[in-house]
């Protein structure tokens, strides 16, 4: 193609690009913030009883999710938020431990047995749980100024351990009394959904079905940071992205623990991830604006199903690591919108193909497979070769894709 000819259909595609976010990407300020102050004065009043009730739990909710980062696209009908534990005894991070004798029974109890029947790999002094998971363990010395006997029994603990499922089922009873005591009957419903680390509520707001609520019970990292493994990897030795100043910052949010698993705590990078994307357009570039734009083609196309093989934080993830090749402001530049846009589609396509979603921060973990090892590939015809014919159409046709 000749230059002239090329520059104008970069120029075509950017102003496509500009006019897919203000038409199809943005949320309307005004209707985000009535959906927020409703929605908090919800999430306060239940986690302010909850609190009354534990001590343990927080009542002061931690803003997560893509409402946090500045990257909803569509309706305000979904919001995040992480509840701490508090008060926590001296606790360590045990990702090789001695066999654990409690399991789960087919009713959802934790019950006694002669060792862990899970699918751990053997170390050669224990047992090893899933990558990317940790348990959490109450240390002999763990008294403090909070005793163990009086705060962390056995309610939330089996031979030491803080169980992930049990402080879940705790705080979902105390979330149900709390819509109950509150007269929020009427106004919340709580989702019976069995899988995932999340309580969900059901704001019932609204005539589209209303505003979906997720509350995640955490542990804070103790002020540990980042673990040593990933210290020694990353930042990259080749890295000239994120800038120093901003490494400092994710080295002191460092990592938290959520209660993804029953019986196992998932590492999560999510306040990294964060601290990462907060600010990442301070020299005026598109990143933000490119994640956006491949959030919503998401919905709306390449992934139209109850559980995408390609998700939002996928997506996260795939920036994350594109912002490596690409570190310069002058390469995230408004007019560089389109080549950035087709740059991570293709990028996203080799990862479908490939079937690997690599990890921002434990490049190891492939983000498509469970914790098992198993690739998410669904039987319903929306998996992984339904996706790649989507990325392949966008990618032949962008402009009238973004027209339609």
């Known amino acids: 193609m000749y230059e002239w000819a090329r520059t104008s259909a970069d120029t075509g595609l950017v102003a496509d690009l500009n006019y897919f976010t203000d038409t199809k990407v943005k949320i309307r300020r005004d209707e985000t913030q009535r959906a927020v102050k409703k929605v908090l ?4 009043s239940i ?3 909850v609190n009354l009730r534990d001590k343990r739990f927080s009542h002061q909710p931690r803003s997560a999710g893509s409402y946090a980062s500045g990257l909803k696209v ?29 399991n789960i029974n087919e009713t959802g109890q934790i019950v006694r047995t002669s060792e862990v029947q899970l699918p751990i790999q053997v170390a050669d002094f224990g047992t090893r749980p899933p990558k990317g998971y940790h348990l959490l363990w109450f240390t002999d ?30 705080f979902k009873g105390l979330v149900q009394e709390a819509i109950r005591e509150c007269d929020l009957k009427e106004k919340v419903r709580l989702c019976n959904r069995t899988h995932g680390p999340a309580i969900t509520l059901k704001l019932l707001i609204g005539s589209d ?13 103790n002020g540990i940071g980042l673990p040593p493994s990933v210290l020694e990897t990353w930042p990259r030795m080749w890295r000239r992205w994120p800038p120093a100043d901003k490494v400092e910052e994710v080295k002191r949010v460092g990592i938290v ?8 705590w998932q590492t999560s990078y999510q306040l990294c991830e964060m601290a990462l994307l907060e600010g990442i357009d301070r020299d005026g570039g598109c990143r933000k604006q490119c994640l956006r734009i491949l959030k919503k083609l998401r919905e709306d196309d390449w992934c139209r199903s109850t559980k995408p093989v390609v998700s939002s934080y996928h997506l996260k993830t795939l920036l994350l690591w594109e912002c490596e090749r690409y570190p310069n402001s002058t390469d995230w530049s408004r ?27 434990v490049p190891e973990i492939n983000l498509f497979k469970d914790k098992h090892g198993n690739l998410k590939d669904p ?26």
């Open 209 to 221: 079905g209303g505003i979906s609520v997720d509350l995640v019970p955490f542990v804070p990292n």
């Open 41 to 44: 004065e919800v999430v306060d």
């Open 74 to 102: 569509s309706k305000p009908d979904e919001f995040d938020y992480m509840v701490q534990l508090e008060g926590l005894p001296r606790f360590e991070w045990k990702s090789v431990s001695p066999p654990r004798h409690y």
């Open 141 to 170: 010395n763990s008294h403090g100024d909070c005793p163990r006997a009086i705060r962390y029994s056995g309610d939330m603990t089996e031979d030491d351990d803080l169980v992930p499922l049990k402080v879940r089922s705790i």
């Open 47 to 49: 986690l302010t009883y």
């Open 335 to 361: 007019e560089k919108l389109g080549e950035r846009v087709l740059g991570l589609v293709r990028e996203l396509k080799k990862w479908v193909n490939d079937r690997v979603c690599p990890h921002y921060f």
């Open 257 to 264: 623990s959520v209660a993804k698993d029953n019986l196992y």
């Open 379 to 404: 039987e319903n015809g929306r998996g992984f070769d339904h996706v790649d014919k989507k990325l392949s159409e966008f990618l032949n046709e962008p402009r009238r894709l973004l027209r339609d």
